[in-house]
């Protein structure tokens, strides 16, 4: 495995590193308790694991983490959309890191939290437990490449203020894509830029946003198919009630055309 930190403010015990077997058939997708599934993007299958890595503690990382393609996981089952908190997370990325070659296994809760601005490459979760990505604090975050499966409610979780964007991304089978949160203690305007993303089985919207406070949401040049909605606004709150919806498609906040989600 090839990294580099500027600091690991909490020391993650591996438990368990195997050296990857040589590649093997795409695998059949199971949700939850395990299974992991062999999933097609725009260029392929998911990549497969270069190794395994079980973490005991939530790996905190400061400046940039490699992990060369190895499967990081907690060891434990997923909790469905019970939320959990920092601790149940697999990595935590302080303000201004960068993650990137990791593939999240199926053994875990909370995926990959943000503490701030930060930057995600070319990492892939097999089976999305409660969220796969939450950008948590204040700051712009940028996904690039990777993507996630088996996602039952959200993939991209936005409870700071910010732009978040998302290019060459492949998602599958999932809730939601983005949500900005609609109930978060502290509300804020919040902005997702998608390009180039392929989406295919989503069950509810592709893109969820808080017009009251804001927010926008701008598609390009993506492939989004068999997904219910691909942009809802809502009224959001901060007293922890649920959003109420207002409506649905094209707008001066949800800003695509059919073009821009045609793009297969």
Not at 53 to 63: A, E, F, Q, R
Not at 75 to 82: D, L, N
Request: one cysteine or more; hydrophobic letters at 35%.
């Amino acid at each position: 495995m090839r990294f580099s930190l500027s600091t690991v403010a909490t020391a993650a015990l591996i438990v368990s590193v195997s050296a990857a077997p040589a590649p093997a058939p795409t695998r059949a997708h199971g949700h939850r308790g395990g299974h992991r599934g062999g999933h097609h993007n725009a260029s392929g299958t998911m990549p497969a694991a270069a190794g395994e890595s079980t973490l005991t503690k939530t790996m905190m990382v400061t400046g940039e983490f490699d992990g060369g393609m190895k499967r990081f996981g907690r060891g434990v089952s997923c909790t469905g959309q019970s939320e959990g908190g920092d601790s149940d997370a697999v990595f935590s990325l302080a303000a201004g890191a960068t993650l990137r070659n990791v593939i999240i296994g199926a053994d875990q809760i909370e995926g990959v939290h943000c503490q701030g601005p930060c930057t995600i490459e070319n990492v892939w979760w097999e089976d999305v437990c409660e969220d796969a990505l939450t950008f948590k604090k204040d700051g712009d975050g940028t996904v690039t490449g990777g993507g996630a499966m088996g996602a039952s409610d959200k993939v991209i979780q936005h409870n700071g203020a910010g732009t978040i964007t998302v290019s060459g991304f492949t998602v599958s089978d999932f809730g939601k894509l983005y949500r900005s949160c609609g109930n978060c203690k502290t509300m804020g305007e919040r902005h997702v830029k998608i390009d180039g993303v392929k989406a295919t089985g989503g069950k509810a919207t592709f893109v969820g946003i808080n017009t009251n406070y804001g927010d926008t949401a701008t598609i390009t040049n993506s492939c989004i198919t068999d997904t219910k909605a691909i942009c809802e606004e809502f009224e959001g709150n901060d007293t922890g009630a649920e959003p109420k919806q207002i409506s649905e498609g094209p707008s001066s906040a949800c800003i695509y055309t059919p073009a821009d989600i045609a793009a297969c």
